[in-house]
């Protein structure tokens, strides 16, 4: 599956807000829960992320746009 493919698959499939586990799911295991825990630790991670009753929540649109940058990034 190409990459903008998946992405929007991604944009119809995702809640509006979700959680970490939830994600991992959709992506079919392509990160887990930690990998991105460690990548919002070091300031790497997803800038739409909230924190709801003690859980990490991403915004669909934020998420979206910060896995387009990580997939499409050169480096």
Known sequence: MENLQLLDQLAQELPICFTRKNVCSHLGGLMAPGTLANLDSKGLG???R???GGKVVYSKAEFLKWLESRMFNKN
């Open 46 to 48: 997803c800038s739409g």
């Open 50 to 52: 909230k924190l709801i």
